[in-house]
Antibody, heavy 119, light 105 residues
Framework: QLQLQESGSGLVKPSQTLALTCTVS??????????WSWIRQHPGKGLEWIGN???????YYSPSLETRLTISVDTSKNQFSLKLNSVTAADTAIYYC???????????WGQGTLVTVSS | DIQMTQSPSSVPASVGDRVTITCRAS??????LAWYQQKPGKAPKLLIH???TLWYGAPSRFSGTGSGTDFTLTISSLQPEDFATYFC?????????FGGGTKVE
């Protein structure tokens, strides 16, 4: 059974960098056709797609975030990561990692981690 | 970018009711649509993909129809565990986008 687990700082100061890692178990992050995704949800709000990465490093980013965003993959650790620079209070959200077969739908999700941007 | 609009934003319902939720895309997305269920404090769960294909483990009382710009999710007979928020998502193009959600309460 594929499982994903987010980890990282739950509190980030404004203007600093938000950094999260998703550890994948039950499958190889190098599996053909699987894209690895970040999605966030502002408190009490809807879902916002952040970006996808393939095991070879191919990325797709949300245009609204791409100037501040880096998603990377570490196949040796079966992990992928998110870095979001210059954060503001508007980046406070629950951040989920998920997997997307052929980059389309999100079939397995992590439990989510709340990141608060505050001084 | 493709905008996804769900209606209604909330629907009062009772156990046994037939519930229908609508999702409209701002442009043609063929059948590249998924539906998710989310309960408070939990991650969303995939229910349906490619507009009408039930995901593994999703109960058969859930069904999806539509293509192009208009889609529906139907719960044929609402069960107590179905009280949740439902989101649609388009997978036709990047950036991926979600509807605003429909709360079944």
């Amino acid at each position: 059974q594929l499982q994903l687990q987010e980890s990282g700082s739950g509190l980030v100061k404004p203007s600093q960098t938000l950094a999260l890692t998703c550890t994948v178990s039950g499958d190889s992050i190098s599996s053909i056709g699987h894209y690895w995704s970040w999605i966030r949800q502002h408190p009490g709000k809807g879902l916002e797609w952040i970006g996808n990465i393939y095991y070879n490093g191919l990325t797709y980013y949300s245009p609204s975030l791409e100037t501040r965003l880096t998603i990377s993959v570490d196949t040796s650790k079966n992990q992928f990561s998110l870095k979001l620079n210059s954060v503001t209070a508007a980046d406070t959200a629950i951040y989920y990692c998920a997997t997307a077969p052929n980059s389309a739908y999100f079939d397995y999700w992590g439990q989510g981690t709340l990141v608060t941007v505050s001084s | 970018d493709i905008q996804m609009t769900q209606s209604p934003s909330s629907v009062p319902a009772s156990v046994g009711d037939r519930v229908t939720i609508t999702c409209r895309a701002s442009q043609d997305i063929d059948n590249w649509l998924a539906w998710y269920q989310q309960k408070p404090g939990k991650a969303p769960k995939l229910l349906i993909h490619t507009a009408s294909t039930l995901w593994y483990g999703a109960p058969s009382r859930f069904s999806g129809t539509g293509s192009g710009t208009d889609f529906t999710l139907t719960i044929s007979s609402l069960q107590p565990e179905d009280f949740a928020t439902y989101f649609c998502q388009q997978a036709n193009s990047f950036p991926r986008s979600f509807g605003g959600g429909t709360k079944v309460e």
